[in-house]
């Protein structure tokens, strides 16, 4: 009886579906590569991690329109997106960075705070895409920037990386890195109930 339910809901799923499906894997390898430059020291695992991170962002984008090309969208299909968002725009950019160096203290304190904002973000979506929505039944526009924006913040720190350093500073005894602001900066944006971007 069990199996039978479980092939059902594999059957429930739509092609966009899948591409959301492959976002998560994608953030999820992401986080293995991180984990893995940890371990060894190669470059090579942090670089990779970033551009599976560019991967999940290119089926986010494609689970969306193939979503309103088949007329296929769902509840479901909804918070698969928000579950794969977290990790490949939350968790994953947050890892990667502190695998890079922005490791003391405070640069976790605002990775946890990025992390927190966008799973925020994404549940105060949820809440709200149908109150958004109105009668035409589509979202119009997204309150604070979409977690996905997160790419750009973790570009930054992999270009940091690339040329030697993510800024170290040291005030007043902290030390922080000047590439954990950024993800500061981008969590605040996430939760900004000021900014409106209207959606495509």
């Not at 750009?152 to 040329?163: A, E, K």
Request: proline share 2%.
């Amino acid at each position: 009886m069990r199996e039978r339910k479980h092939f059902s809901m594999v059957r429930s799923l739509h092609v966009a579906d899948c591409f959301t499906i492959a976002n998560g894997v994608c953030g999820s390898l992401a986080i293995f590569q991180a984990m893995k430059f940890v371990g060894t020291g190669d470059a090579y695992h942090l670089y990779l991690a970033f551009a599976l991170i560019v991967v999940a962002l290119f089926c986010d984008v494609f689970d969306g329109l193939v979503a309103r090309w088949r007329h296929s969208a769902s509840a479901m299909g909804r918070e698969l997106d928000s579950l794969a968002d977290v990790i490949s725009f939350g968790v994953a950019p947050a890892a990667i960075a502190f695998a890079a160096g922005a490791s003391s203290w405070l640069d976790q304190v605002l990775l946890l705070y990025f992390t927190a904002c966008g799973v925020s973000r994404l549940a105060r979506f949820n809440v709200t895409a149908e109150s958004l929505s109105g009668t035409t039944g589509k979202v119009k526009y997204f309150e604070g920037t979409p977690i996905p924006t997160s790419v750009i913040p973790l570009g930054i720190v992999i270009l940091g990386f690339s040329v030697g350093g993510l800024f170290q500073i040291r005030l007043f005894g902290l030390t922080l890195h000047a590439a954990a602001l950024l993800y500061l900066i981008s969590g605040s944006l996430m939760i900004s109930k000021t900014l409106r971007i209207t959606k495509p």
